[in-house]
């Protein structure tokens, strides 16, 4: 069994779903962040979409965000360690999020980056194909348009921490949600 190189703790808000939407969604400024991307159109968890999110966001009365933060024990780890890092707590907040989507009818948003499911290949919606994934690939809060920095701060207690000279930060944080 190999030795986890990192602890982690799990923060946990629920609001209902208006207030959260009022005081945490700038679905134009992150939108014009996702157009920057070189994922925008390119992965069925980003924008632009079919539907409008709003539309769909407005059918649910309550949002539990849920946090992580990711310490490494090693504080010298460059900012390359993050994927093998962070993987195995991706995966397994994605499926906890699926099941809460699930157990609740409602709906869960993940992480930004690659799919966790096709990992490196290509995506499908790039040849105009159906996802591969579609009972598990979803997007982001931030895709969605809201401000995940303000969210981890103001509701888990949570600075979202950057690299700096190259190497990990102090901590690593996921923040995902689900609405129902």
């Not at 939407?21 to 980003?46: P, S, V």
């Not at 809460?100 to 790039?126: T, V």
């Amino acid at each position: 069994m190999t030795e986890r190189t990192y602890t982690t703790e799990r923060y946990t808000a629920e609001l209902d779903a208006e207030t959260y939407i009022e005081r945490f969604r700038r679905a134009d400024y992150f939108l014009k962040l996702c157009q920057q991307c070189g994922n925008y159109g390119r992965r069925y968890g980003c924008p632009p979409y079919d539907h409008d999110p709003l539309t769909v966001l407005q059918r649910y009365d309550r949002v539990q965000i849920i946090g992580v933060k990711v310490t490494p024990h090693d504080k010298t780890l460059p900012l390359s360690a993050t994927g093998d890092m962070i993987r195995p707590v991706t995966a397994t907040l994605n499926e906890e999020l699926l099941e809460l989507e699930r157990s609740s009818g409602g709906m869960c948003f993940g992480f930004a980056g690659s799919c966790p499911y096709c990992g490196d290949a290509q995506c499908a919606r790039i040849e105009g194909k159906p996802c591969k994934h579609p009972d598990k690939v979803r997007p982001s809060l931030e895709a969605y348009g809201f401000d995940v920095s303000l969210t981890a701060k103001e509701l888990l207690g949570i600075e979202i921490k950057w690299s700096e000279q190259g190497l990990l930060p102090e901590y690593l944080t996921l923040v995902g949600g689900v609405f129902y």
